[in-house]
């Protein structure tokens, strides 16, 4: 198998555990609303472009909340993670970017949904795995900080750091470098908007602190 399949069963998984009104990470929405969140991005087009398109997000939102409204019992929710765990067949346009797309976001997820109700131990995540998910934030992450003004370096927990982006306006900028610290997992968590539930340590200029947590809060 590959990551995006071993992490869509991961996220699955996690939504079995959990009741279909179970509190999530994303603001708003219970399991049963990211359990169709991730059912219809892959088989909508309406919602898989309101995720990119802003014009269409409220749409993709009122889809997303009516097929969560038809998950509100044990079995009708059970079939919605069912669906979840159901890859798209290969010919589907989803399948071709899956491991670049699906891996990072079923991981995200899952942790949406096994942090939402409050504090929980990290997974032990398999060391490919986490060479995977290094190599999509070096490659993405910048993707994540466009509103972010300062310079961010990722520094894993080994050791290992990555210098992610430099400040707008370069060295004559009002704006310096932050180093963000944590497992791989966590910057993950802390890059998608996660910060709040990842654990990870920001130092820098106070300046330079306040200004990205004004983009990406951190706890």
Not at 109 to 115: I, Q, S
Not at 173 to 195: N, Q, S
Request: proline share 5%.
């Amino acid at each position: 198998m590959t990551w995006h399949e071993i992490e869509r069963e991961q996220l699955a998984q996690a939504l079995r555990d959990v009741t279909p009104d179970a509190p999530t990470l994303c603001e708003g929405w219970q399991a049963r609303h990211l359990a169709a969140h991730v059912v219809l991005r892959e088989r909508n087009a309406l919602v898989g472009a309101g995720i990119a398109v802003p014009a269409l997000a409220a749409l993709a939102e009122s889809r997303i909340a009516a097929l969560a409204d038809q998950a509100t019992t044990e079995g009708t929710y059970r079939d919605l993670v069912a669906r979840v765990a159901d890859r798209p067949a290969a010919w589907h346009p989803a399948a071709w970017v899956a491991e670049a797309t699906d891996m990072i976001e079923f991981f995200v997820h899952t942790e949406d949904v096994r942090r939402g109700a409050g504090p929980v131990a990290a997974r032990e995540l398999d060391p490919e795995l986490v060479e995977a998910l290094w190599g999509q934030l070096k490659r993405s992450g910048t993707l994540r900080l466009r509103k972010v003004p300062v310079g961010v370096v990722l520094v894993r927990t080994d050791g290992v750091r990555h210098h992610l982006r430099s400040p707008k306006g370069g060295r004559s900028g009002e704006h310096g470098t932050v180093v963000v610290r944590g497992d791989v997992g966590e910057l993950a968590l802390y890059l998608f908007g996660r910060g709040a539930a990842a654990d990870v340590e920001i130092d820098g200029d106070r300046s330079d602190v306040t200004a990205i947590e004004k983009v990406l809060p951190s706890r």
